[in-house]
T-cell receptor, first 111, second 113 residues
């Protein structure tokens, strides 16, 4: 079975600072990788995805993530945090039909 | 309507009530999912339907009963729930085996009193 580990259940950054949310996965086959964002009392919104091709993936709201096979990682970054980025972020891996979610990282942005 | 919709958005029910949650997807997908999201717990996959047939049931108590009448609609029937069933229930859809990502609805916030 596949699994996803998100290091740090809570991350705080200052407004304008770099955002780095960590995700590692275990997979015996080439994975499909995703980041989702969830705002309070809302569903999950797809931020970005990696399926094949370029390992640096750009998503919405200025986020990007890099697939590193050798490190089995798919960390999410944003150069400059904005107050509106405060939310819960979930990393997920898929084998096409089944999704495996991480436990989530709550991002706080300090003014 | 676009994307995945869920009704109601909020529901308060007693332990002896019977209620249903509804999910509708407007994306032309052929797979639908129910998830439970409790505070401080990981997302729990409850049910998966592909082509209107249930393909997975992750040992969910029988007080939760899913129904998928067609590829666009998914229901979760609730009866004799417990307070620990209070959670956010999320519906998602995808294209089975092809389009890899799942699209989520806004969820139903359920409170069992």
């Amino acid at each position: 079975a596949q699994s996803v580990t998100q290091l740090g259940s809570h991350v705080s950054v200052s407004e304008g600072a770099l955002v780095l949310l960590r995700c590692n996965y275990s997979s015996s086959v080439p994975p499909y990788l995703f980041w989702y964002v969830q705002y309070p009392n809302q569903g999950l919104q797809l931020l970005l995805k990696y399926t094949t091709g370029a390992t640096l993936v750009k998503g919405i709201n200025g986020f990007e993530a890099e697939f590193k096979k050798s490190e089995t990682s798919f960390h999410l970054t944003k150069p400059s945090a904005h107050m509106s980025d405060a939310a819960e972020y979930f990393c997920a891996v898929s084998d096409r039909n089944q999704f495996y979610f991480g436990t989530g990282t709550s991002l706080t942005v300090i003014p | 309507e676009t994307g995945v919709t869920q009704t109601p958005r909020h529901l308060v029910m007693g332990m002896t009530n019977k209620k249903s949650l509804k999910c509708e997807q407007h994306l032309g997908h052929n797979a639908m999912y129910w998830y439970k999201q409790s505070a401080k717990k990981p997302l729990e996959l409850m049910f998966v339907y592909s082509l209107e047939e249930r393909v997975e049931n992750n040992s969910v108590p029988s007080r939760f009963s899913p129904e998928c009448p067609n590829s666009s609609h998914l229901f979760l029937h609730l009866h004799t729930l417990q307070p620990e069933d209070s959670a956010l229930y999320l519906c998602a859809s995808s294209q089975w085996g092809k389009s890899y990502e799942q699209y989520f609805g806004p969820g139903t916030r359920l409170t069992v009193t």
